[in-house]
Structures are given as structure tokens and as C-alpha cells.
């Protein structure tokens, strides 16, 4: 094994020790949701952002807010509302008049301007609002009054949404669902987990988590994900994958006939990414056909959409995107 193998295994294998201090943190406070626990740091390890799905009462606030605590990034969280304006997440420039008279403006900085946004609801909020986290979501700067202004690095948004309530709602565009690295869709805990959450969440004192890592710590976690190799049997899983979800470049009749639309490259850089970050979580010093299984529901789901008679006959994406994986990582693991 040459040197930088061994620089690499020896830095994964120091990682390892503290993701799992992270992990362990995080759990004591988000109890029985390890999968979304683990989603959520392959994210941040990807230096992307997620969209975290599911009921009200689930734990989504407290897991971004625990995240925070835990990662040690300075977070700020915003509920989005209908009269929610772009000035309002952004910020703005206000006028200052000095003491002997003189007029000049100045910017105030807005809650987007921290290394964790938790936009809450996000799905609430007008696509004017919407479309003001794009460039601060892609290109990690935003421009006011013809001034660019940079972000703090890191930054991640952790976005939640409701697929209960749709009414008074705007749908995000597909540009925007793009943007998101992974969503994560958070269910309901079994009788168990409920219990002890119960018991957890209910008496006079309640687990607190302690700060693991550092911003430092966290980009350089990120470097590593981008250095670590991936075999060419993973990289044509993803690739195989990808495609055949795509009306348009697959022979799969039953795609064409029930997907309106498909997954773009981002979503293979999405694989690519969070694949490699899910092995680093697990010790592991390269992504494995497992890794994109796993993924491949959180980094397709919202880059497809079923046509409208594929819904009318109870067809799920749930359901295409399990067969498309099975037929991908088989095809793979045949060869």
C-alpha cells in the first residue's frame, strides 16, 4: 500500500472516531431515526443540502437544531410563511444618517447569513421568497442592491416540508428541488421508539448533546469525501441507474409510460458524493453497490415526477425507484 493510501486510511480511520461521537450525540436527543440521523450527516459530510420530509411533531426542528450544536456551526432558522418577502432571509440595506448629517447605506444581514439554515416549511413561502435561497443555495453568494456578498463556509440548508397539508401551499419548482443534495423522508416511530420517547421527552430533564466537531473539522471532513476513490462497478451502478430513470434514454417501456420527468446529472453527483460519505460514516475506505442502494431513494425521489396517468393508477416513485435500483446494482453485481 503506498503512502498516500495510507495517509487516507489513517485520516478515515480518525474521522471514523469522531463521527460516531457525532452520531452518538445526536441520537441521544433524535431517538429511534438512525437512518435520518445518518442522511443527515452524509449531507453535511457532502457539503450539500437536504430536504427533510414528513409529519409535524417528528423531530425535524430539534435534529437541525441538534446538528448545530454537534457540528459547531452557527445556525439560524427561519419559518417560512405566505407574507414571507426575499428581504426578510436575505436582508437589506437601511439608511444611516451620522451625526454631523451625512447619509450613507448600510447592509444588514439577514438570517441566510449563518453556516446552517434551517428552513422551516419551506414549501409555505411564496416562489418569490423560494427563489431567493437559489443562488445562496448553488452559488453559496447572494446579490442586494448590485452588491455580491458572500456566505459563511460552511453553508448547508436543511429545509423540512409537509406532505400532509398542501393546501395554501407552493410547490417548489423542480430548479429548486434540485438544489437539494438528499431529501430525507422522516416516518413515524414504532411502538417502542414511541415509548421511549415518551419517557425521554416527558420527565424534568432531557439529554443534551455537546459539540463534536468544528467548522474546520467539517470542511476538512468534505475534502476527504471528495478524495476518496470509487470503483468503476459503483461508478457505472450510479450511472446505469441514473439513466434508465429517464423517459427519454431508457427502453424500459414501463418508464416512458408512467415517469413525467427524470433525474439530471446532479443526481449522479449526488451518488457519487454521498455514497463516498456514507462509507466514511461506516469506516470504510471506499463506497460499496450497498452505498447506492441505500441512497438511491433520498438522491432520486425529488429529481422525478410521475405523469399524471401513472398517478391515477396508484403508481408510486417509491415503488419505480426500488425497481430501478434492483435492476442497476444486479446488473452490476452480475458482471
Known amino acids: 500500500m503506498s503512502g498516500t493510501k495510507k495517509t487516507l486510511a489513517k485520516q478515515i480511520d480518525e474521522l471514523g472516531g469522531l463521527l460516531e461521537a457525532a452520531k452518538v ?3 441521544k436527543r433524535v431517538i429511534g431515526q438512525p437512518e435520518v440521523v445518518e442522511q443527515s450527516i452524509i449531507a ?3 457539503g450539500g443540502h437536504a430536504l427533510l420530509v414528513g409529519a409535524p411533531g417528528l423531530a425535524k426542528t430539534r ?3 441538534t446538528l448545530g450544536t454537534v457540528m459547531g456551526l452557527h445556525s439560524n432558522r427561519v419559518q417560512f410563511t405566505p407574507d414571507l418577502m426575499p428581504a426578510d432571509i436575505l436582508g437589506s440595506e437601511v439608511l444611516d444618517i451620522s451625526e454631523d448629517g451625512k447619509r ?4 444588514l444581514k439577514g438570517p441566510i447569513f449563518c453556516q446552517l439554515l434551517m428552513a422551516d416549511e419551506i414549501n409555505r413561502a411564496s416562489p418569490r421568497t423560494q ?5 445562496a443555495m448553488q452559488e453559496h453568494e447572494v446579490t442586494i442592491a448590485g452588491q455580491t456578498h458572500k456566505m459563511a463556509t460552511p453553508f448547508h440548508v436543511l429545509a423540512t416540508q409537509n406532505p400532509i397539508e398542501q393546501e395554501g401551499t407552493y410547490p417548489l419548482p423542480e430548479a429548486q428541488l434540485d438544489r437539494f443534495l438528499l431529501q430525507i423522508d422522516v416516518g413515524f416511530p414504532d411502538r417502542a421508539t414511541e415509548r421511549e420517547i415518551l419517557l425521554a421527552t416527558t420527565g424534568s430533564e432531557e439529554a443534551v448533546a455537546k459539540q463534536v466537531f468544528t467548522p474546520a473539522q467539517l470542511i476538512a471532513a468534505q475534502e476527504l469525501v471528495r478524495r476518496m476513490p470509487v470503483g468503476e462497478v459503483v461508478v457505472e451502478a450510479i450511472l446505469d441507474l441514473v439513466r434508465s430513470a429517464r423517459p427519454t434514454e431508457t427502453s424500459d417501456a414501463h418508464i416512458q409510460e408512467t415517469i413525467g420527468w427524470g433525474p439530471g446529472p446532479r443526481a449522479a453527483q449526488a451518488l457519487m458524493l454521498a455514497t463516498r460519505a456514507r462509507a466514511l460514516v461506516q469506516g470504510r475506505l471506499a463506497p460499496s453497490l450497498d452505498d447506492v442502494a441505500a441512497l438511491a431513494h433520498p438522491a432520486l425521489v425529488h429529481r422525478m415526477a410521475l405523469n399524471f396517468a401513472a398517478k391515477a393508477q396508484g403508481e408510486t416513485l417509491d415503488r419505480i425507484i426500488a425497481g430501478l435500483a434492483d435492476k442497476a446494482l444486479g446488473k452490476e453485481a452480475a458482471a
Not at 104 to 107: G, M, P, T, V
Open 104 to 107: 450613507s447605506f448600510r447592509f
Open 44 to 46: 453535511l459530510l457532502s
Open 131 to 135: 427563489s431567493a435561497l437559489l443562488q
Open 25 to 27: 450525540n445526536i441520537e
Open 63 to 65: 435534529l437541525v437544531d
